[in-house]
């Protein structure tokens, strides 16, 4: 559902370049136990892994700590995805409530039922006449329909619901009921539980030869998303 780069910073003096590989969320414990034997790591001489970017729009990631917490996310977010409620999720990112951590963001996926969103809704307008027409939350006598002002009316009903035009059409939230189902990594189940490191890492003068043919033959420049680092704890 997601990627993020993951670089072993300790070898970064050795060559003065990024020692890293993709990783891609949700994985098995033996996916990223090749990736960590990829760039040397291997929880002895070197353990610690740094976060060098995320291909997401998801918020919030770069707060996380924890590999087996973004599996975990990785996980809900396929859940999502299998009931039809991605569009729903990601509009909901664009309201910004519940954002700011991995936390809050697998117990958004479990609150869903909470967010109203409407598809190809892009402005006050449309809005006022989704809720007069659509919906009926307005009465209005057929003789002066041609003159109501629908954009005003769409304009309070966002107000009045806290709601913002995402790029898949409008959301908005109700106000309570939104319920903490996940508490922190103790809560994720065995299975969703990756974070190993691996039996024999690759040798450091391999990684290194690697590293130099990669020099001399570097590669199309990748997307710059570049955050904050983090390590596995």
């Known amino acids: 559902m997601f990627e993020a780069y993951i670089t072993n910073t300790a070898l ?17 414990t033996q ?80 609150n869903l039922d909470l967010y109203r969103f409407y598809p190809d809704i892009s402005d006050d307008e449309g809005l006022g006449r989704l809720y007069a027409d659509e919906l009926g939350t307005i009465d209005i006598p057929e003789h002066i329909q041609n003159y109501f002002d629908y954009e005003a009316y769409g304009r309070d009903v966002r107000i009045n619901e806290g709601g913002v035009f995402a790029p898949g059409g409008y959301v908005s939230a109700v106000p ?21 490191y691996p039996e024999k890492a690759e040798p450091v003068h391999s990684i290194l030869a690697a590293l130099k043919r990669f020099q001399e033959a570097p590669p199309a420049p990748k997307k710059d998303k570049a955050g904050p680092s983090h390590e596995e704890r």
């Open 31 to 110: 996916e990223l136990q090749a990736a960590l034997a990829k760039i040397g790591i291997d929880g002895k001489r070197y353990s610690e892994v740094f976060f060098t970017s995320f291909d997401s729009d998801v918020l919030g990631l770069y707060e996380c700590e924890n590999i087996d917490e973004l599996n975990e996310l990785g996980h809900a977010l396929l859940e999502v995805r299998d009931k039809g409620g991605l569009e729903t999720f990601e509009a909901a990112l664009v309201l910004g409530n519940h954002t700011r951590s991995v936390k809050d963001l697998i117990n958004l996926t479990q």
């Open 176 to 196: 309570e009921g939104f319920k903490e189902y996940y508490h922190g990594p103790q809560d994720i189940p065995p299975e969703h539980r990756i974070f190993a």
């Open 12 to 28: 970064y003096p050795l060559m003065g370049i990024e020692v890293g590989t993709t990783v891609h969320f949700p994985m098995t």
